[in-house]
Structures are given as C-alpha cells and as structure tokens.
C-alpha cells in the first residue's frame, strides 16, 4: 500500500473540500440566521482549518517520539480566527451545551457537517462548520465509539481550546451505521 502524499493532488482532498466548502458556509449562515430571528445570541466560526484526530503522531516530532501531546486530542481539530475564536470562547466561557443538530452532505468523497450547539441557557448557539474525507470515516468512528467524539476548537497559535463532547455521534457520519 501506497503512503499518502499531500503533494499529490489525487491525494489531497483541498480541491475537493473547496469545490462546495462556500455552499456549507452559505448553509451557516442561512442557519445563524434563522436562529437570530428565533432570537438566539449565534456565533458562527469560519475554520481556517479542519483535521481529524485519531490518536494516529500528525507531527514529525509525534511520530519520532519526541514530543508526545498530553492530553491527546481526539476528533475534530478546528482552527479559527483569534477573533472568531474569543467569541466562541465568551459565548461558552459560563454555558455548557444542551443539545447539538448536526446537517450533513456528502459530496466527491467528503462529508461535510454543520454543527448546531445550543447552550443550556436556551438563548445561545454556536455553529461549527466541519469536514473529513471519507476514507477517515472508519478510524474517526472507531474513535467515537471507544472514546467519545469530540471538536475542539481553537486559534491558530493553539494556546486555548473549547472543548465539546458529543454525546450523539451518529449523525457526524451521514448513511453509515456508527454503532
């Protein structure tokens, strides 16, 4: 088997997470939207990067044993903007989240999720946009099952994270049994 290389376009999926990345953005918002006329407090993140953690060393320093992340994250990895991410932040700082609704799509072999957060307090939400290619269906939900799935999200310089547990995680892997 053949080692993937993200130089290779075949091998990286950026071409085909961009091809419909604004109509899930445009989702958001259209969502965001509806629950500011519902009159919810929304903050809608715009990733400048998603990754999925499997527990798999991303880094060379991971993988040489040098550096070993503790805790490990596992699940969503979302980088957003420093703004963007205080935001979230604030809106979740006192509020845990009572539920989550997640819409996805599938398309050129990546399934893409819109995370809806609801706080406990019933008046706040955050929106998470997400993807993953389908060939890291498997080993994300192998991850859910035995450890829960998780996003984390932070800013670029990962100094501070929001953590939120998904108690459901089923619908994060649209006409697939996650059981």
Known sequence: ???????????????????DWDAVVEDMHATA???????????????????????????????????EP?????????????????AFRAAFADRSVAESTVYAATGSGIV?????????DGETAGLVPLYYDESDREALVAVARDHGLYTHVRPLQDDAVVTVEHEEFAPFFPDATAE
């Open 1 to 19: 088997m053949r080692e993937p290389d993200p130089g290779d376009p075949t091998d990286n999926p950026f071409h085909r997470v961009t091809d």
């Open 33 to 67: 939207a509806d629950y500011r006329e519902a009159g919810w407090n929304v903050v809608a993140v715009h990733p400048g990067d998603v990754t999925v953690l499997t527990g798999e060393p991303r880094t060379a320093a991971e993988q040489t044993g040098d550096f």
């Open 70 to 86: 503790d805790p490990r994250r596992l699940g969503f990895d979302v980088v957003v903007p420093g703004d963007e991410f205080e």
């Open 112 to 120: 893409y999720l819109v995370v809806v957060l609801e706080a406990a």
